[in-house]
């Protein structure tokens, strides 16, 4: 009996020190993975504190939307710059300020905006990218037109009187043998929801909107629909430039003092970019959720006509120089008075 005590006793012995071992044992594996967990926080503390913070201005609409996988990756900390948006501009104006004050390092603004922000900041501002090529659309209430060219006799409703769809509007025309002011009557819209009452009620209507709201007016007008895209009939002029809408411009000090900043912005917007393209229904998702546009149907329907691109380089100066020279020859004032100058052009080579 004493026997068989001494060896229950021995036993027990064995497993408190098996127990004490193991729970050392779990103890020490718990110490490294907190350890490890702390180490890497420090990391990527220590990453995010080294990024660059680049502040972002955009307006809502095209202009803004081949931003929104660059925004959506910046909310979840997966961008190599640390991105601070401003709320989104209705306005192109609402940029002027803080660009020349310095409050804004990048925006994406209209592409003759940008031209007289370089003129009234002596060179100040420099554009990376032309991110949004023609967003006009001629639509109608029937089947009696084919194009641009077919608009004689007409009554047209239209947005953008003295601004750059009244320049592109009249280079069409009369680039098509249409007198804009004899040949057809353009009605100037103050807006566009009041364009939209007008194709409501005339039943022949005709107009030349911008998307997306060209898309949304077709969901509320019935009949109406797409006659042709203003790139197209922009393009069988052979011109040798884009329709430009929007650009990417950057503060020229700002591009100066972080040129590594700016190459990797360029490289993750056309990422962004690229996204948009290949996966309208998550994108258009996004478009919503950061308030560009206000209903992701209308802006995954709107997407592929919105000509969301990034050029950058020699096809982004082809794209552009050419445009403002031709808002130039219609209205200087619409470009500032005066055509920049090449700096005007970003090349990542002179900052390097």
Known sequence: MT???????????????????????????VEETETE???????????????????IGAMSGPTAMGLVKLMADNDEGLTENNYEFADLAT???AMVTPLAQGELDIAAVPA???????????????????????????????????GMQDLAGH????????????YVIRYILNANGIDPDKDLEIKWCADTTEALSYLKEDADAAAI?????????????????????????????DTGCEITTGVIVARKDFAEANPEAIEKFLLEYADSVV?????????????????????????????????????????M???????????????????????PGDDFYFNGEAHL
């Open 317 to 339: 100066k082809k794209a552009l120089s050419g445009f403002l020279e031709i808002l130039f020859e219609q209205n200087p004032e619409s470009v500032g008075g005066v055509l």
């Open 91 to 93: 306005e192109a104006s």
């Open 155 to 166: 009554t047209v409703y239209a947005t953008g009187q003295s601004a750059v769809p009244e």
């Open 37 to 55: 967990a702390q180490s890497a926080e420090a990391e990527s503390t220590e990453a995010d504190a080294d990024k660059v913070t680049v502040r």
């Open 209 to 237: 909107l911008p998307q997306p709201f060209a898309t949304a007016a077709m969901a509320q007008v019935e009949g109406l629909r797409i006659v042709q895209d203003l790139n197209d009939a922009w393009n069988a002029l």
């Open 275 to 315: 996204y948009t393209e290949e996966n309208a229904a998550d994108s258009a998702a996004l478009i919503e959720k950061y308030g560009i546009v206000a209903k992701a149907a209308i802006a995954e329907k709107a997407l592929p006509d919105c000509h969301i691109v990034c050029l950058a380089g020699e096809d």
């Open 112 to 146: 003759n905006l940008a031209s007289t922000l370089y003129n009234k900041t002596n060179g100040g501002v420099e554009v990376l990218a032309v991110n949004a090529l023609g967003v006009l659309d001629l639509v109608e209430k029937g089947d009696t037109l084919t």
């Open 3 to 29: 026997a068989a005590v001494l060896a229950l006793s021995m036993l027990a012995g064995c497993g408190s020190n098996n127990a004490e071992t193991t729970s050392a044992a779990e103890e020490s594996s």
